[in-house]
């Protein structure tokens, strides 16, 4: 594939970050979006790549950040709101908003990530404006539209993944409603990333809708029967009756440090079977080395050690100095406050806080966000 020049929208959220790093990577001239350009400079890539402001819910912001970037070939839409109030709503006027500054920009083609749509009625919020957003892209006369579906996707610093962490490492005894056998076709960081960057390609992926996922099916209580694996974790689990994912995403705001707007609209997904139809495998050959499997992509993600600039990673699995504050697990957060606390000659012994067990260090972490009001904020891109 040529070099061509790419605008990533959302370039400073989870995947976006990781996306600018392998498409720099891959040769390509990138300009990176986000609504304030200063937190750019957060970013190892920082410097590499051209910078723009762009407000997808103004659409005044989103003319001006296409001219400024000059000429387009491709755009990455990865802008979302979830876990905000009325974020469905929002996230379709900022759809909008972008295809039409693209089309008026002369874009060729448009790449969206969004998740699984289950053939099913009643569908929650999130999944639902994740259909709706692609709709938004396609406009009449506009860009052509590559709408890539993921469900979980696996990777120190993703929001799916964190959510296993913590429910892995939290609970000595792990509630099991009925809903978490429904299929899943979990998907690792490394594998999001090849399909991206191939789907900018017009001559390997023609426009339309492709689900994109790893090389294993399997279910919610596996993956946490497979993290406590990874972890050396026993963790014992009882079937429940009565509760559904929408009491599950209430107590899930309370017991996890995830925000909890995202983290109830990601269970609440959870009441539907997520499988891929539709793949990109008989279009885009495997990477060297094939997909990685679920194993796998947890081990990696387990091995990251301390947080690097997202451009630095041996492996996009592991975690960023980019990511969320809560993300890496309670032990590594307890870590990362005693280092500023304790004089340097006693920051050697942190590592004996490998040793706490999950609902202690939870417990203590949980303290600590309370003393010292330490409250997650959500990134809506």
Not at 230 to 244: E, F, L, M, N, Q
Not at 315 to 344: F, N, Q
């Amino acid at each position: 594939m040529n070099s061509m020049r790419i605008l990533v929208t959302g370039a400073t959220g989870y995947v976006g970050s990781r996306l600018v790093a392998e498409l720099l990577s891959h040769g390509h001239k990138v300009i990176a979006a986000s609504r304030n350009v200063d937190r750019l400079a957060a970013f190892g890539w920082h410097g590499q790549a051209d910078a723009v402001a762009l407000d997808a819910h103004d659409p005044a912001s989103a003319r001006a950040a296409f001219a400024e970037a000059g000429p387009v070939d491709v755009v990455y839409y990865l802008v979302h709101g979830i876990g905000q109030p009325d974020f469905r709503e929002a996230d379709n006027a900022a759809a909008a908003n972008v295809a039409a500054a693209a089309k008026d920009a002369g874009v060729r083609r448009i790449v969206y990530l969004g998740g699984f749509v289950p053939d099913e009625n009643d569908l929650s919020e999130h999944l639902t404006s994740r259909a709706e957003v692609a709709e938004a892209l396609s406009i009449e006369g506009g860009p052509e539209v590559v709408w890539l579906g993921a469900a979980i996707i696996i990777g120190a610093g993703s929001t799916s993944f964190e959510m296993l962490r913590y429910v892995g490492d939290r609970f000595l005894v792990i509630p099991l409603p009925s809903w978490m056998d429904n299929p899943i076709d979990p998907i690792s960081i490394r594998d999001v990333l090849y399909y991206l960057v191939a789907a900018a390609d017009p001559d390997r992926v023609p426009a339309g809708a492709y689900d994109i996922a790893g090389p294993e099916s399997t279910t919610y209580r596996d993956l946490l029967a497979k993290y406590a694996r990874a972890t050396g974790k026993w963790r014992a689990s009882v079937p429940i009756r009565g509760v559904d994912t929408g009491m599950a995403s209430m107590l899930t705001a309370v017991a996890l440090p995830v925000p909890g707007g995202l983290a109830a609209d990601l269970v609440e997904s959870l009441d539907h079977p997520m499988q891929a139809s539709d793949g990109l495998r008989e279009l885009v050959p495997d990477p060297p080395g094939g997909l990685i499997g679920i194993a796998e992509a947890i081990k990696r993600s387990l091995s990251s050690g301390r947080a690097r600039a997202v451009d630095q990673l041996a492996d996009p699995h592991h975690l960023a100095d980019s990511d969320p504050v809560w993300a890496g697990g309670d032990t590594l957060r307890i870590k990362r406050l005693a280092r500023v606390i304790t004089p340097p000659f006693v920051r050697p012994a942190l590592g004996l806080l490998n040793a706490v067990p999950g609902p202690v260090a939870a417990a203590v972490r949980t303290g600590l966000d309370t003393l010292l009001n330490l409250k997650p904020k959500v990134r809506s891109e």
